[in-house]
């Protein structure tokens, strides 16, 4: 079986990985924007596009082409940008269906009030109270009925970075109002929503229109620096427990599958086909229940290097029960286990990182997984390429145990590089915890 897989970040390298463990020994075909050392080793060819995200300026034509070519049985969409974008639709006009939604289901991701509207008009719970906004008319006299607790979202996508949260990335009504006058200059739309108070969590789920089966419930860090400041970024580091975390209860986990299984149906309602692929919910735990945060349309970064490596079933099977519309028949079992991941990051990242700069990676403990994102290696020397360069997961029975062989993998790394050495610890879990009993 021919399988392309689009993307080249630590999460299409774990995906990679976790095509190679199947029993159908499938052949990877990657289409990427830049050189992944790790997929390029299990790559039967690796193009580089040289476009702006993946050729979507001119219909993906250079896409089409190198699948037609190798026969593609059919496609894994990684990154955010291609899919909302609809690389799935240029891929199904050369007759190559993809683990990844059309362009108008991936509306989900890739604008804030789609979701948002969707969710109101169909009754599912969840939703904060917002408002939509192409002008700055009427903003002011929201927020202040929100009494400054507000969230602004670009409407759009931004990489995990289009998302300001009153008291941590913005202190009074004023300030809030100059980033968000700055977004419709730039961009034109934008979401204000009610500030949640609560513990977030991210829960993935295959989906093939029909059946949502849920991954292991994971914690992801956005902010840089350790105890949660500094600027957003693409994810820090994530954590999972062998079941639930500890501050939330399966009625939590059932909110947002609820939350989840109807928003699936409102989508095919909604656009008249059906949403194939992942849903990723950003869930937060409040006082109130579980509260959607956002939906994204493909495996989390870092949240699939956590529960990719703990799935037993075969990936292709159920890519394949994705596709065809069978996946209720599909296995999808996970292994019990405790997972926790760091990234290695290079110094003044995500402001402004250091470049070309050379590292040196020692030894990795057993049990930890590596994944390569934004790294070079040319004859066995690395070099650094300015955004998330390495994901150490670390995996055991225990949750401490994990963070300590995360650790150490990170440590193993020579250069100007920094990491969360925070996530996964007991003094931060011991937080979120006292934090959610406080609630």
Request: proline share 5%; aromatic share 8%; net charge negative.
């Amino acid at each position: 079986m021919n399988i392309l897989l689009l993307g080249n970040g630590g999460r299409e390298h774990a995906i990679a990985k976790t095509l190679k463990r199947s029993p159908q020994n499938p052949k990877i075909f990657t289409f990427a924007n830049a050189k992944n050392p790790g997929i390029c080793k299990i790559s039967e060819e690796y193009e580089i596009c040289s476009q702006k995200n993946f050729g979507e300026e001119d219909g993906f034509t250079h896409l089409k082409k190198f699948a037609e070519e190798n026969k593609i049985d059919f496609t894994i969409l990684g990154p955010d940008d291609p899919i909302g974008a609809g690389a799935a639709d240029s891929l199904l006009k050369v007759g190559v269906k993809s683990v990844g939604p059309l362009k108008s289901l991936a509306r989900l991701e890739s604008s804030k009030s789609f979701t948002r509207n969707l969710l109101e008009k169909y009754g599912i719970p969840g939703n904060p109270e917002f408002k939509v906004f192409i002008s700055m008319e009427g903003m002011n006299k929201f927020c202040e009925h929100l009494e400054g607790n507000f969230v602004i979202k670009d409407d759009g996508l931004c990489g995990g970075k289009g998302v300001h949260v009153s008291g941590d990335h913005f202190s009074t009504l004023q300030e809030g109002l100059r980033i968000a006058e700055k977004i419709l200059k730039e961009h034109g739309k934008l979401v204000i929503e009610e500030k949640f108070i609560g513990q977030e969590f991210s829960l993935m789920y295959f989906t093939d229109g029909n059946v949502v089966k849920p991954m292991p419930v994971v914690q992801d860090h956005k902010r840089a620096f350790e105890g949660d400041t500094g600027p957003n970024t693409g994810g820090m580091g994530t954590y999972s427990y062998p079941e639930n975390l500890p501050f939330l209860t399966a009625q939590h986990l059932e909110e947002a599958r609820e939350i989840t299984e109807q928003t699936m149906r409102a989508l095919e309602k909604e656009c008249g086909s059906k949403y194939m692929g992942i849903m990723y919910g950003g869930f937060i735990a409040t006082k109130k229940g579980t509260r959607l945060i956002e939906y994204n349309s493909r495996f989390g970064d870092p949240e699939g290097l956590n529960v990719l490596p703990l799935l037993e079933s075969d990936l292709v099977e159920i890519c394949l029960g994705i596709i065809n519309g069978n996946l209720s028949e599909k296995e999808v079992r996970f292994a019990k286990k405790a997972t926790v991941c760091k990234y290695v990051c290079p110094e003044g990242y995500p402001s402004n990182p250091v470049k070309s700069a050379e590292i040196t990676i020692g030894d990795v403990p057993k049990n930890v997984e590596v994944f390569f994102s934004s790294i070079d290696e040319i004859d066995g020397k690395f070099t650094l390429k300015g955004s998330r360069a390495i994901g150490f997961v670390g995996i055991a029975d225990d949750i401490f145990e994990a963070e300590k062989l995360a650790e150490k993998a990170c440590n193993a790394v020579s250069g100007p590089v920094f990491h969360r050495r925070d996530i996964g610890t007991k003094e931060l879990i011991e937080k979120r915890i006292e934090m959610m009993m406080n609630l």
